[in-house]
């Protein structure tokens, strides 16, 4: 088990970078795919199915799909993104190196002392549903505003008159 | 449930949809949807005043309210009750949206002030920040907009990751989200073992808050925002979303972890110091006046972390008074700078305005000599509460280096004085006559002088809010 998890995270990785230094928009968006299905595992992983299909249904299935039909309406071609090495870029990869030590560091210093208490959730549908209308009732209704200013924004900037 | 609490809230999301079926219904009539956002807020603020004092916790703890939590309402409601009385001269063709973007900014930075839990926390900043975006690029357009929405959107997006970083890494140390869970098993377990991943938490928290309240170095985007957006807009930004960013840190550094403040203390004094440095010092070089305002701010808003280093009950009031002047000044300015124009905002474009308007002129020289903060103004005594405060808690360097940057600063904001009343202007040209501009500007002076001369009384309410 503890093999599959590390094989998993490997891929994760791979497949992430596959997004960000994929020439093709296409294969980047399939790079994205692969990557939202091996997250999806982790879920798998931690016990909650449901969460997990519903990441490959919703990430994998619907999302994906929409940026692969942007990218055909758009017709995208094929890009060189031009990864110079400037001095800009230099320090600015030395520095994120130097945070991501960091944040490893302190957090692998602070792991040893957790106490998990699994499992945090009734992860089942049923728990889920639970969860939303009780204790999540209002992080869900503020996150159905956000939505709704997301959709207007999108309206907004969208339509030709000003 | 206790759901009564968050009653304002309520009500402001029904008027959001009824600004949308009123828009849908009867398109374009700015006055009519503004007046009844304006009621819409009354209402609000009618409710949440005859609050005032009911202290509670709601929605499984998801929002913790207090009367503190409803002194930040009162800033926040002033400022959209100001932009909307701008927007009513300044906007001549918009789509009626622009009120719903400001409803549900005013329901985000409300939640912020009030949500206990990181999560809530979270989602109430992307509400506001989303709401911003739609009051930014609404005359999508004009010059530098698209720019403008653009550096706001991607920095906003970058900077809500640190914070999310934050948060998810903070539920990995403690287990919960809950911002007074987080605060007890501190107070009971203290730092033994997890102090480095606590302040690689910090770390990650203040960088997404620092960007919010624009501190150094992650101000970027203020100058070109400022420059871009309408100049309502502009106001609203400066006071209303800036006073939550306040909010937040006082939520999640003074709250959540007050029981070992000496870890955050030394990145917020180091970041209040150049944020006070830095922001004077690119104002002096600004010509542009909207620019040189997007570097005051900065400035101010490290006056405001010398505050927060100071951890006091005197501090958490001179904070919540800074905020409240701090709106009355950057509105009135702003109104002088809708009426003369968008486009027209050098300082070239300044000179001989004593002669072409007299009382624009000397308005603005008022709001100048407040953000220096000189005495009988209530830039002064919002400056004054804050040093006293550290000065209290031993913070000697702090005060001295904010009267350093008090002097620097008099240099640029006396400079657009000098150009009014000294300079000639190249080309004169009447201002037109704004009534609602010209009322902003009124109810701007009138609250400058009234907090500069009694502010006593305003301060104390304040403090018997904590």
């Known amino acids: 088990m503890k093999v599959i998890f590390y094989v998993n995270a490997f891929f994760s990785l791979v497949f992430a970078l596959g997004v960000l230094f994929g020439k093709n928009p296409l294969r980047s968006a399939l790079s ?23 990441q490959i249904i919703v990430y994998a299935g619907g999302i994906i799909v929409l940026i692969a039909f942007v990218i055909i309406i758009l017709g995208l071609r094929r890009e060189s993104p031009d990864f110079d090495i400037s001095l800009r870029s230099f320090v600015g990869i030395i520095l994120l190196a130097l945070f991501a030590l960091g944040v490893l560091y302190g957090m692998g210093k602070s792991i040893l002392h957790f106490v998990p208490q699994s499992p945090y959730f009734d992860t089942s549908v049923a728990g889920i549903g639970d969860a939303i209308f009780s204790r999540y009732l209002l992080p869900f209704e503020v996150a159905s505003i956000l939505l709704l200013v997301g959709v207007v924004l999108a309206f907004i900037f969208a339509k030709k008159e000003v | 449930m206790n759901a009564h609490i968050l009653l304002p809230e309520i009500i402001l999301s029904i008027t959001a949809a009824l600004v949308l079926i009123i828009e849908f219904l009867t398109p374009r009539r700015l006055q009519f949807i503004g007046t009844v956002t304006i009621l819409g807020i009354l209402l609000a603020l009618f409710y949440d005043l005859s609050m005032f004092r ?9 929002v913790k309210v207090g009367p503190f939590d409803r002194m930040f309402d009162l800033i926040f409601f002033i400022g959209a009750i100001l932009l909307i009385l701008l927007s009513f001269d300044y906007f001549v063709e918009i789509s009626g949206e622009f009120y719903f973007f400001l ?29 911003l975006l739609g009051l930014i690029g609404i005359l999508k357009r004009k010059e530098f907009v698209a720019e403008a929405t653009l550096k706001y959107f ?16 903070t539920y990995v140390i403690f287990q919960t989200t809950n ?42 985007w203020t100058p070109d925002v400022y420059e871009g957006a309408p100049a309502p807009v502009v106001a609203f930004l400066s006071a209303g979303p800036k006073a939550a960013g306040f909010a937040i840190i006082l939520k999640t550094l003074l709250s959540g972890y007050q029981a070992h403040p000496e870890i955050w203390k030394g990145i917020v004094t180091y970041l209040a110091v150049f944020t006070m440095f830095w922001g004077n010092l690119a104002a002096l070089k600004t010509r542009n006046l909207k620019r040189m305002l997007a570097y005051s701010t900065i400035a101010h808003a490290g006056y405001v972390l010398v505050a927060i280093v100071s951890v006091n009950q005197e501090a958490y009031a001179a904070i919540v008074f800074y905020m409240l002047s701090y709106t009355f000044m950057v509105f009135g300015a702003f109104a002088i700078i809708s009426m003369i124009g968008d486009s027209h905002s050098n300082l070239e474009d300044y000179a001989g305005l004593s002669r072409t308007s007299p009382l624009l002129a000397f308005m603005m020289a008022i709001f100048m000599i407040s953000m220096t903060g000189i005495p009988t103004t209530s830039g002064f005594i919002s400056k004054f509460y804050v040093f006293m405060s550290a000065a209290k808690t031993n913070h000697i360097w702090l005060v001295i280096f904010g009267f350093i940057n008090g002097a620097i600063s008099a240099y640029y904001y006396l400079r657009v004085v000098v150009y009014m009343y000294m300079m000639d202007a190249r080309e004169e040209h009447a201002v037109p006559y704004f009534p609602f501009l010209r009322s902003v500007m009124w109810i701007a002076v009138i609250f400058i002088f009234y907090l500069g001369l009694f502010p006593q009384k305003v301060f104390e309410i304040i403090v018997s809010t904590l």
């Open chain 2, 179 to 220: 911002i007074s869970e987080i605060s007890n098993k501190l107070f009971a377990a203290g730092l033994t073992g997890i102090k480095p991943g606590i302040i690689v938490t910090l770390v990650l928290l203040t960088v997404g808050l620092a960007f919010k309240i624009a501190a150094i170095p992650f101000h970027m």
């Open chain 1, 32 to 54: 994205l795919l692969l990557f939202f299905i091996s997250i999806s595992l982790y879920f798998f992983f931690a016990g909650s199915d449901y969460l997990g299909f519903v």
């Open chain 2, 54 to 62: 009911n202290a509670g916790i709601g929605f499984y703890g998801m």
């Open chain 2, 154 to 169: 991607v920095l906003a997006a970058f900077s809500s990751a640190f914070f999310l970083f934050g948060i998810i890494l």
């Open chain 2, 103 to 131: 409803i549900t900014s005013l329901i985000g930075m409300m939640l912020l002030a009030k949500s206990s839990d990181l999560f809530m926390l979270f989602l109430s900043l992307e509400t506001l920040s989303f709401s």
